[in-house]
């Protein structure tokens, strides 16, 4: 079954405007990542947050996890047309390196 | 050049054909991954191994096999294809556990596989 639930499952905003997708995870893990898909290519990695990080940045990105709800949410600042998207989040727990991905979110930004 | 490659990258087969899809990769990972992409599902594991004399099943191996050759190339078999073996397929890397950035996966152009 899957780990992680991405939310919303579709998001459309205008450019320039911030986009926030959140994913909701059952168990415990020792990080979180979030990948990147254009349409039909291959997931790409944007960020990874260890378990006992509670924020992180990387350019207009913004990720925070909170373990104690089981949650982590992304931040899309100044949104792009570019960004458009499907966004998923991957949680890895105990020493397997496995990664379960969870549905996505499909960003659209429209210009 | 793509650091990990898949051939085909689209392929139309009938129902009870074998099926190779395949994978190659420039990274020098030891840890190679199939996963199996369908609408509204997500990624889905299929098999993973974490070196070439490494093979294990992921959630949803049932009716596929894999084939480690070297460390750089990982093959998905359908031995015998069924059409809700229909979907996008995706080879991934990873590095070995210890190293800066291990964790993180390295995917393929993903092969788009119908099966009539």
């Known amino acids: 079954s899957q780990q992680g639930e991405e939310d919303p499952q579709a998001l459309s905003i205008q450019e320039g405007e911030n986009a926030t997708m959140n994913c909701s995870y059952k168990?415990?893990?020792?990080?979180l990542q979030w990948y990147r898909q254009n349409s039909g290519r291959g997931l790409v990695h944007l960020i990874l947050?260890?378990?006992?990080?509670r924020e992180k940045h990387s350019g207009r990105l913004r990720v925070t996890l909170d373990t104690s709800k089981k949650s982590s949410s992304l931040l899309i600042t100044a949104s792009r047309a570019a960004d458009t998207a499907s966004y998923f989040c991957?949680?890895?727990?105990?020493?397997?390196?496995?990664?379960?991905f969870g549905k996505g979110t499909l960003l659209t930004v429209n210009p | 050049d793509a650091d990990v490659t898949q051939t085909p990258r689209n392929r139309i087969t009938k129902t009870g054909k074998r099926i190779m899809l395949e994978c190659s990769q420039t990274?020098?990972?030891?840890?190679m991954y199939w996963y199996r992409q369908d609408p509204g599902l997500g990624l889905r594991l299929i098999y993973y191994?974490?070196?070439?004399?490494?093979?294990n099943k992921g959630e949803i191996s049932d009716g596929y096999s894999v084939s480690r050759q070297a460390q750089a190339k990982f093959s998905l078999s359908l031995e015998s294809a069924i059409p809700n073996q229909t979907a996008l397929y995706f080879c991934?890397?990873?590095?070995?556990?210890?190293?800066?950035?291990?964790?993180?996966?390295?995917f393929g152009p993903g092969t788009r596989l119908l099966v009539l």
């Open positions: 991957a949680t890895r727990g105990g020493s397997n390196y496995k990664l379960t």
């Open positions: 168990t415990s893990i020792n990080n």
């Open positions: 947050i260890r378990s006992n990080e």
């Open positions: 990274k020098g990972h030891d840890r």
């Open positions: 191994s974490f070196d070439v004399k490494d093979i």
């Open positions: 991934a890397t990873s590095d070995s556990p210890g190293l800066a950035g291990a964790e993180t996966q390295y």
